[in-house]
């Protein structure tokens, strides 16, 4: 794709000795738009600057336009996941003293459309979450019967509670080489969260849960690249829950 | 048939193939590279039954380890429910072709038309 490049400095007033990178932002409107280019801007930053913190002040004082989504900036809600210097990160959760360059590429995540600049549409994320279904199922509820509770042992915890840590940002579906040529690929998300529901010992669902992703773009499709498990902030290793669900299918666990 | 299934055929034939090219590598090493494909070498191999029936499972490991393994690749490289059938029927076409050419070989051999 063409690139172009423009170098803006802002001028943000600080207290403190700072240091400045070159922030080069993808800027991108499918709606007119033919090719992605790059805007940079010159930016101070403290060694606790993030590197969304680095585009909201890119936002603030120079560029209204620049298209990006986030909510709690603490790593929790998943909305600003990006490619920060060729690997998805959360922006919030990227301090740009950590990336070791003076240069900060941002562009939007791979293996999802865009809506602008860094902004993209997680309408096949959410999607193929909702296909695994994400909640126990069973034919009593603790509601309905008053007489007990679905008690576990730490033991039975353990088997699936990492997984109970996605925020589902997406990092993990834009790392996946399969997502790339797959458009009908589950992803390495929805797979967790599979497991996540299978491992849990109050879930009576397991066998619906399993013929949902045994299907030609299900779980066989994965080639065990690895990289989701890399690229997740919140310590989830899609790539082993999804080598421990193969094992539920071919029969080594019951 | 279930991916699952699949994938099942698709580990096992390549563990079986793995251990019966083992042994046809063996029994090649029984003689020179040179002499062992020379044509009466082939056809004797061919007539001595144990041997040409290992073979023939080796063809039809192969075959359909191999044709799976192209049929994965070309439904990740692109989709649509057309697309996806043609591939899948084409490729146990082209699996049930070659063991039949391979297979045509040795009963060729062994009824005496060679």
């Not at chain 2, 019966?20 to 009466?40: C, K, N, P």
């Amino acid at each position: 794709m063409a690139q172009k490049s423009d170098l803006i400095e802002t001028n943000t007033p600080t207290n403190s000795i700072s240091k400045s990178i070159i922030l080069r932002i993808a800027r991108y409107n499918p709606e007119h738009d033919s090719a992605k280019k790059f805007m940079e801007f010159k930016v101070k930053y403290e060694k606790w600057t993030t590197v969304l913190e680095a585009i909201l002040e890119v936002k603030q004082n120079y560029d209204h336009s620049v298209g990006v989504r986030y909510s709690c900036r603490q790593a929790t809600c998943g909305s600003c996941g990006m490619i920060i210097n060729g690997k998805p990160r959360l922006a919030c959760f990227t301090k740009i003293s950590e990336l070791n360059s003076n240069t900060i590429t941002v562009e939007p995540m791979n293996n999802f459309p865009i809506i602008r600049d860094l902004a993209v549409k997680f309408e096949r994320l959410f999607n193929t979450h909702h296909k695994v279904k994400p909640y126990l199922i069973r034919d009593d509820t603790e509601i309905t019967t008053d007489t007990k509770e679905f008690l576990q042992s730490p033991e039975e915890l353990e088997q699936y509670i990492q997984f109970s840590n996605c925020i589902k940002c997406g990092l993990c579906n834009s790392a996946c080489p399969t997502m790339a040529t797959d458009s009908s690929f589950v992803g390495p998300q929805a797979l967790a969260q599979a497991y996540r529901y299978v491992a849990d010992s109050r879930d009576k669902g397991k066998e619906n849960r399993l013929k949902i992703i045994d299907d030609s773009h299900g779980i066989w499709r994965c080639h065990f690249a690895g990289s989701c498990s890399q690229v997740c902030p919140k310590g989830v290793d899609p790539a082993m829950g999804i080598q421990l669900l193969r094992g539920y299918m071919l029969g080594f666990k019951g | 048939m279930r991916e699952s299934v699949i994938m099942k055929i698709h580990y096992g034939t390549a563990l079986a193939a793995v251990a019966l090219v083992a042994v046809h590598i063996l029994m090649r090493l029984t003689q020179g590279f040179a002499e062992s494909l020379e044509y009466d070498s082939v056809i004797t191999n061919y007539k001595f039954l144990p041997y040409a029936g290992m073979l023939e499972i080796i063809l039809i490991l192969i075959s359909i380890h191999g044709f799976n393994g192209l049929r994965v690749v070309l439904l990740e490289l692109k989709q649509g429910r057309v697309y996806e059938k043609a591939v899948s029927y084409s490729c146990v076409v082209a699996m049930i072709a070659l063991i039949a050419y391979g297979s045509r070989t040795i009963i060729m051999v062994n009824t005496g038309m060679v």
